[in-house]
């Protein structure tokens, strides 16, 4: 872990992981995807934290790419050619967004200031997105010169906000403020510019406080049907993770909590 990113235990099963690179925004550098890398593979197998937050320090979430160009190049490509490089260096910032949305865990994305570019991406990546009314969101990439086919964005933009939005935002590289952002359900809501760690906190405590099976299987058989081919597909899938669910006698202690006006006492899985 470098100075670039910061976790913190809060408590209740949730880890932050913080962007701290506050002179350059944040940038999506390769040395902050190297460190956000490995605070994802840290969270992934430590049992204490069943959900994570990610959000970013200073002005803003993060600014996207470090326009600075300064020499900072991705793991493996010493003494290659431009050209492979290039390739490590793309493939070393798509396996952030792999790392963010394969792991087991819910991530809740708190978001105030910039997320532009690379950021939006991270954002994107997340499985739920709450905004500060500071949020700026833009798949500014095609701004710049390049293709507006970046970091996951054009898979996973059109799956939250709809193909024809997502085109019109990808080609034309607008940004969109916070109010925009949750009428077209880019973020779930808008809360104070103050409180949205602390309300991404809450939500990711709640997350964390159901079974650790269940939130897991969801996550993975909720984006796994998106993809799905057909209804059918779908609910052979929901069907199989349903009978996991199912023996694994968690239910019993959910309804039985509930009858008695108490909080439930998972088993650990």
């Known amino acids: 872990m470098t100075d670039l990113v910061a976790m913190e235990d809060v408590g209740d099963g949730v880890v932050v992981i913080t962007m701290d690179d506050q002179a350059r925004y944040n940038a999506v550098s390769m040395s902050m995807v190297s460190a956000l890398k490995e605070a994802f593979a840290l969270a992934e197998p430590t049992r204490g934290w069943r959900a994570a937050v990610l959000t970013g320090a200073g002005r803003g979430f993060c600014g996207g790419g470090d326009m600075t160009f300064r020499p900072d190049p991705a793991p493996d490509t010493d003494g290659r050619s431009e050209i492979g490089r290039l390739i490590r260096s793309q493939g070393h910032l798509a396996e952030l967004i792999l790392a963010i949305r394969e792991l087991r865990k819910p991530v809740v994305a708190a978001v105030h200031g910039g997320a532009i570019g690379g950021g939006l991406g991270l954002a994107l990546a997340c499985d739920i997105r709450l905004a500060a009314p500071s949020a700026t969101f833009s798949a500014r990439f095609i701004r710049i010169g390049i293709t507006g086919c970046d970091v996951g964005t054009t898979y996973l933009l059109p799956r939250i906000v709809g193909a024809g939005r997502a085109a019109e935002l990808v080609l034309t590289g607008r940004d969109i403020d916070a109010e925009e952002a949750e009428r077209i359900g880019l973020v779930s809501r808008v809360v104070g510019e103050r409180e949205v760690v602390g309300a ?68 650990p899985m």
């Open 200 to 267: 991404a906190i809450g939500t990711a405590k709640v997350l964390a406080a159901h079974t650790e099976l269940g939130v897991e299987l969801t996550k993975a058989g909720l984006w796994a049907n998106v993809d799905a081919p057909s209804l059918r597909h779908a609910v052979e899938h929901e069907n199989r993770t349903q009978v996991l669910s199912l023996l694994a006698g968690q239910m019993a202690e959910g309804g039985k909590a509930i009858l008695e006006r108490r909080p439930p006492v998972w088993k």
